[in-house]
T-cell receptor, first 111, second 113 residues
């Protein structure tokens, strides 16, 4: 079922550093690309999302970069903080339906 | 802040027993989703409802899983009989018309022994 490939599986970053998580998709019909953040014992929470008509979207310390021709998108977390330690999932959907998730990246930010 | 409510939070059941999970979406959200998340993996869609109608259940193992949303509000997901491989987190999510982002509940952690 998985149509979205995510890397790396795990990532360790020092406080204040930049965290970068990458995703690649196959289906060119996807038109919505969100990132979700999940803490242990909780459901995923929408962090930031982008449509394919823009190449970048920034919200606070979080930025999505989107490369339509390469069918890739990435999440950048600037000035990473220990509170950012969580599992991050990229996802893609068509018109908001049948959201397909990546396998997740476990981020650890060391103080 | 409005939340998607799920119960129970945790469920331990024996193999071959029946188990049911309940979800109450955010008020006014017409679309409801059930996802299964195996430990260490991303969520996978099981079934999508639009109001009381099933929109997509192509990934639902229909020989043992069933889902309903009788009045178009809350929903129940049932497994009968449960198998060891069903151990996972079962997540419910909802969204409203025209909004692509999903709001997830905290899930039900199922352990089949």
């Amino acid at each position: 079922q998985q149509q979205v490939k995510q890397s790396p599986q795990s990532l360790i970053v020092q406080k204040g550093g930049i965290s970068i998580i990458n995703c690649a998709y196959e289906n060119t019909a996807f038109d919505y690309f969100p990132w979700y953040q999940q803490f242990p014992g909780k459901g995923p929470a929408l962090l930031i999302a982008i449509r394919p008509d823009v190449s970048e979207k920034k919200e606070g310390r979080f930025t999505i970069s989107f490369n339509k021709s390469a069918k890739q998108f990435s999440l950048h977390i600037m000035d990473s903080q220990p509170g950012d330690s969580a599992t991050y999932f990229c996802a893609a959907s068509i018109g908001g339906n049948d959201m397909r998730f990546g396998a997740g990246t476990r981020l650890t930010v060391k103080p | 802040e409005a939340e998607v409510a799920q119960s129970p939070r945790y469920k331990i059941t024996e193999k071959s027993q029946a188990v049911a999970f309940w979800c109450d979406p955010i008020s006014g959200h017409a679309t409801l989703y059930w996802y299964r998340q195996i430990l260490g993996q991303g969520p996978e869609l099981l079934v999508q409802f639009q109001d009381e109608s099933v929109v997509d259940d192509s990934q639902l193992p229909k020989d043992r899983f069933s889902a309903e949303r009788l009045k178009g509000v809350d929903s129940t997901l049932k497994i009968q009989p449960a198998e060891l491989g069903d151990s996972a987190m079962y997540l419910c999510a909802s969204s409203h018309q025209g909004w692509y982002g999903y709001t997830f509940g905290s899930g039900t952690r199922l352990t089949v022994v």
